[in-house]
């Protein structure tokens, strides 16, 4: 009896054994079968993490003074993106300009800002609950930060982008939105400008 037992025990931990790598030569990636949901959104797994990639890439002759996240120690930080609390829509607002009223659409964000005059750079990116909302979120970030009453001198552009199922939104100095830009777009190729205007 008890050496039927311990067969049984060995049988069920071989086909435990077999089914794992069965289904972990099946699964791939992870990326395969992906549907309507696209690459871009399967690689992608946070707002931090898209912001974190772009800053990655650059050169250390290319970055800048930079800080991140929102005002609370846990994701305050210094020198790189950061993560921004969705709870606190007037921090989103005064800070990155993401509307208020649009904030039920998002549930995760993330920041870069430039640390001698957020004006020179700031960079918001969010991830749109609903696929659907993201032309509309666009349209109310566009209209937000394009009506605000600006100090300390003028952003010269705004460069609102989408890549699988997040939204970046940055404006500032003409030659730092544009290397930002093409940054995202290498390390994103799928990502879509949605909106590229001057600031006036």
């Not at 305050?76 to 709870?87: A, C, E, Q, R, Y």
């Not at 009223?101 to 998002?106: L, R």
């Not at 300390?152 to 890549?163: E, K, N, S, T």
């Amino acid at each position: 009896m008890k050496a039927m037992n311990t067969m049984k025990k060995i049988l069920a931990a071989f086909l435990a054994v077999l089914l794992t790598f069965a289904f972990a030569a099946c699964g791939g990636d992870g990326k395969q079968g992906s549907g309507s949901q696209g690459e871009g959104e399967s690689a992608i797994g946070s707002a931090l993490e898209l912001l974190t990639t772009v800053w990655d890439s650059y050169g250390e002759e290319e970055r800048f003074a930079a800080a991140g996240g929102d005002m609370s120690e846990e994701n305050m930080t210094m020198d790189g993106p950061g993560k921004f609390s969705v709870s606190d829509t007037a921090a989103l607002n005064t800070t990155l300009g993401f509307p208020e009223a649009a904030v039920d659409k998002i549930d995760d964000a993330a920041s870069l800002v430039h640390m001698m005059n957020a004006n020179t750079f700031t960079c918001g990116v969010y991830h749109v609950k609903e696929a659907g909302d993201i032309q509309e979120v666009s349209s109310a970030l566009k209209d937000n930060i394009l009506q605000r009453q600006w100090m300390c001198g003028f952003p010269d552009r705004l460069v609102i982008m989408q890549a699988g199922g997040y939204v970046a939104a940055f404006f500032g100095e003409e030659e730092i939105i544009s290397n930002f830009r093409e940054k995202l777009t290498a390390a994103y190729p799928d990502a879509e400008t949605l909106c590229d205007e001057p600031v006036v």
